[in-house]
């Protein structure tokens, strides 16, 4: 069956990084494209950025353009999600999410920007 396993997550202070990684099996992963979406608190799941299956195409919404890079390697099945520069606002669940014959989603891996 289809699974995605997120890691990564944590607390960390303004202006640092963390790097996120979902893990996927059950599907041919070398052949979809993958997002990471994010959940802060009382807000609705937003998208943050998606990679093409073969990672040649990448877009990002504007909040985390040019602090946070999307990537994937096909061998080992995983999707990352580098974040630099993080702020208080990028504290939310962070997703991953596979659109194959529907959405699948992993459990969310918490990420916490807070002094």
């Known amino acids: 069956q289809v699974q995605l396993v997120e890691s990564g997550g944590g607390l960390v202070q303004p202006g640092g990084s963390l790097r996120l990684s979902c893990k996927a099996s059950g599907f041919s992963f070398a052949r979809y494209t993958m997002s990471w979406h994010r959940q802060a608190p009382g807000k609705e799941r937003e998208i943050v950025a998606s990679?093409?299956?073969?990672?040649?195409?990448?877009a990002y919404e504007d909040f985390v353009k040019g602090r946070f890079t999307i990537s994937r390697d096909n061998v080992n099945r995983t999707v990352y999600l580098q974040m630099n520069d993080l702020k208080p606002e990028d504290t939310a669940v962070y997703y991953c999410?596979?659109?194959?014959?529907?959405?699948?989603w992993g459990q969310g891996t918490q990420v916490t920007v807070s002094s």
């Open positions: 999410k596979a659109l194959l014959s529907r959405d699948y």
């Open positions: 990679i093409d299956n073969i990672g040649s195409v990448k």
